[in-house]
T-cell receptor
Framework: DAGVTQSPTHLIKTRGQQVTLRCSPI?????VSWYQQVLGQGPQFIFQ???????GRGNFPDRFSARQFPNYSSELNVNALLLGDSALYLC????????????FGQGTRLTVV | AQSVTQLDSQVPVFEEAPVELRCNYS??????LFWYVQYPNQGLQLLLK??????LVKGINGFEAEFNKSQTSFHLRKPSVHISDTAEYFC????????????FGGGTRVLVKP
């Protein structure tokens, strides 16, 4: 079975540009969460979506937005990129029920120059 | 709000020696506790989690952790490490049992030496 897949794996953007990251959850999973992991730090929660609705938002500026599609895949958008947005962006999917776990993808490495 | 502190940023250890990674948390509400491992250039993999019941939790790859409510700690242990255990380990808490909105610690890098 395919795990959580994220695309692209790496990309380089210039300050001020916009970027879209994509995530396909494990088949049957309806919950998708996004995390930002800056080099040398632990991941920080950005968003959770369940059944296409936002269920949680971390402490990130409005430049960050996301959505979930009817097939439960998700996109994370970041506008007006800053150097500090350089990080590994992780997507996790799950059932959102009790006694389940969140499965993580390998991430998208974003470098802002 | 919740916070997680991993007291050691790096832990060097010899192969076949025991290792303990320390984790303390702070929360105004009840939380569930998790340990994740991250191998180089990979995502996170769940090692174990504490939801309720026995305070000693056994996970994959021979790891175990003990929940101590009075000390708000959830330390991870392995009695004998292998070279393949070289990785970064993250302690995390969540207000949901499914761990959909995790608050992570800063991580502990374990380097296993031959």
């Amino acid at each position: 079975d395919a795990g959580v897949t994220q695309s692209p794996t790496h990309l380089i953007k210039t300050r001020g540009q916009q970027v879209t990251l994509r995530c396909s959850p494990i088949s049957g999973h309806k919950s998708v969460s996004w995390y930002q992991q800056v080099l040398g730090q632990g991941p920080q929660f950005i968003f959770q979506y369940y059944e296409k609705e936002e269920r949680g938002r971390g402490n990130f500026p409005d430049r960050f937005s996301a959505r979930q599609f009817p097939n439960y895949s998700s996109e994370l958008n970041v506008n007006a990129l800053l150097l500090g947005d350089s990080a590994l962006y992780l997507c996790a999917s799950g059932h959102a029920g009790v006694d389940t776990e969140a499965f993580f993808g390998q991430g998208t490495r974003l470098t802002v120059v | 709000a919740q916070s997680v502190t991993q007291l050691d940023s790096q832990v060097p250890v010899f192969e076949e020696a025991p290792v303990e990674l320390r984790c303390n948390y702070s929360s105004s509400v009840s939380v569930y506790l998790f340990w994740y491992v991250q191998y180089p250039n990979q995502g996170l993999q769940l090692l174990l989690k504490y939801l309720s019941g026995s305070t000693l939790v056994k996970g994959i790859n021979g790891f175990e952790a003990e929940f101590n409510k009075s000390q708000t700690s959830f330390h991870l242990r392995k009695p004998s490490v292998h070279i393949s255990d070289t990785a970064e380990y993250f302690c995390a808490v969540s207000v949901t049992a499914a761990g959909n909105k995790l608050t992570f610690g800063g991580g502990t890098r374990v380097l296993v030496k031959p």
